[in-house]
């Protein structure tokens, strides 16, 4: 090595003063994931705030993307995106350590698209069938990367649960001008072969608090909450569960029948659609998906929140369930960012 070449950065964290090593150009979450620690993130492209954590000492910048999900009071508070940011020299974080996923092995499979559905005329499910003999450990609510030509991947969220071995599930909404899924509305074939990486983020179900679960989704936000569902369902969890889900129109619900049958196998569980654009006849609740929520939970101190969908929705929503009460451990999200292409090395 040149006496002159950038060294590797030491990052600690606090309170465990658990220490890891991050390279030249290489994101504090990159880092912290390819040395086995598992910090919170889920976009990795700056939007969605999941892996913020605070700069206790040191400096870092951002090379790849700006930390747009980080306000005025977060950069006044010392808070950083671990996912952009790159250390100048040794850094202290206060950040959060998540054990229930460190030990899911990351993986990089093939897979065989089994079917394709059109669940509306914007959204389409894709059944992926693995590898004989093979099979992808994940935690429900989790997501996947599918790799691209020249770098580039797309997030989807597994919307089957773990207990399905041979096949996994994804509801993709068409975007315009998105290669990907421009590609599977208007290309791709049953017996096609993707390849994709995971399982990705920590956004998941957790299933030692006795808290009440709260679940809010916008649109194909709803993918990994159905997983979750099924997955405390199948585990037996009978905690009470209410489900909101935000859509443009009634044909936008597009798993009505799926959640007739949730109610009819869970004792108490709660499901309420939101329409932003309501159809003529709608007589039910309309608006901010949120709004709706908050109107009928005056206090969030006692639940345990999930919550996935475009950006808009999880940064207005958490600004305000944190007012109302919710505790940062207790509130959990997944932000559906379509643009723009995570860079390769951000992602790493």
């Not at 390819?34 to 910090?39: A, E, I, N, S, Y």
């Amino acid at each position: 090595m040149s006496a002159h070449a950038p060294k590797p950065a030491t990052v600690t964290l606090s309170p465990s003063h658990r220490a890891f090593d991050a390279q030249p150009d290489e994101t504090l979450l990159a880092a912290a994931l390819r040395q086995g620690v598992m910090l919170p993130y889920s976009c990795k492209n700056g939007t969605c705030a999941s892996c913020k954590c605070r700069l206790v000492e040191g400096r870092v910048r951002y090379p790849f993307n700006p930390p747009d999900a980080l306000g005025a009071d977060d950069v006044a508070d010392g808070q950083v995106l671990a996912c952009q940011a790159v250390a100048d020299g040794p850094v202290v974080l206060e950040a959060r350590e998540i054990e229930q996923v460190a030990d899911l092995p990351v993986r990089m499979m093939p897979a065989r698209v089994e079917s394709i559905e059109d669940l509306t005329p914007d959204v389409r499910r894709l059944r992926l069938k693995l590898p004989r003999g093979q099979r992808l450990q994940f935690l429900a609510g989790q997501y996947i990367d599918i790799l691209l030509p020249g770098g580039k991947r797309r997030a989807f969220s597994i919307a089957s649960t773990p207990a399905e071995t041979d096949f996994i599930e994804l509801h993709v909404k068409y975007v315009d001008g998105g290669g990907f899924t421009g590609h599977v509305f208007d290309g791709m074939q049953v017996g096609e072969i993707v390849r994709f990486e995971g399982p990705l983020g920590t956004f998941f179900v957790r299933l030692g608090s006795p808290r009440p679960i709260l679940m809010m989704g916008g649109g194909t936000g709803f993918a990994p909450l159905k997983a979750m569902i099924e997955d405390l369902l199948a585990a037996g969890d009978d905690r009470p569960i209410t489900l909101y889900w935000g859509v443009r129109t009634e044909a936008d619900l597009y798993a009505k029948a799926l959640i007739d049958e949730i109610a009819e196998r869970h004792h108490d569980f709660r499901f309420v659609p939101v329409l932003s654009e309501p159809d003529a006849g709608w007589d039910g609740r309309t608006g901010f998906v949120h709004e709706a929520l908050l109107a009928d939970h005056r206090n969030l101190t006692a639940y345990e929140i999930y919550m996935s969908g475009p950006p808009a929705m999880v940064h207005g929503a958490r600004t305000a369930f944190l007012e109302r009460g919710v505790s940062e451990d207790h509130l959990h999200y997944d932000s559906f960012d379509f643009a723009p292409d995570v860079p390769p090395q951000a992602g790493a």
